[in-house]
């Protein structure tokens, strides 16, 4: 398998993830358990620098123990496909996934308040923001790049 495939496989993963996320809220463990067959031999293949994956798999790790202290706000499945992207992706690319995805989420959030505002009744908008359609950008770009 080449670096392109490898590369594509994360990211149909990621569009299936935020298509889903974007639907219904949920990551299909399934499609999670499929990718990790190309990630699994892109770790294989990288096996002399396991430790900076390892390190990559700590935003994962961090966005799961963050969904289990806000009981839900931020998503388990967005803490399991960050985990997942570890199996892709070294340290500095996660991290830059993650930060990416949070620009654009603070972006959309604030359209949505200012929406809000617009129609003159903020408080009362509850709209959450699925974090894996905010990423999918950043997923392309990085892909592209």
């Not at 398998?1 to 990551?27: G, P, V």
């Not at 799961?64 to 998503?75: P, Q």
């Not at 359209?111 to 699925?130: D, E, T, V, Y």
């Amino acid at each position: 398998m080449n670096e392109t495939f490898i590369k594509f496989s994360w990211l149909l993963c990621l569009t299936i993830a935020a298509l889903e996320d974007l639907k219904t809220r949920q990551i299909s463990l399934i499609m999670l358990l499929v990718g990790t067959i190309p990630g699994s031999w892109n770790l294989c293949r990288h096996s002399s620098d396991i430790s900076a994956h390892l390190l990559a798999a700590l935003t994962g790790i961090f966005m799961l123990i963050l969904s289990k202290i806000t009981e839900g706000a931020l998503g388990e499945g967005d803490g399991l496909f960050f985990l997942f992207s570890a199996l892709y992706w070294d340290a500095g690319k996660v991290m830059l996934l993650f930060l990416g995805g949070l620009v654009i989420g603070c972006i959309w959030g604030t359209g949505l308040f200012m929406h809000g505002r617009w129609k003159g009744n903020p408080k009362q908008l509850n709209a959450s923001i699925p974090f894996l359609t905010c990423v999918w950008p950043v997923g392309v770009w990085m892909v592209f790049q």
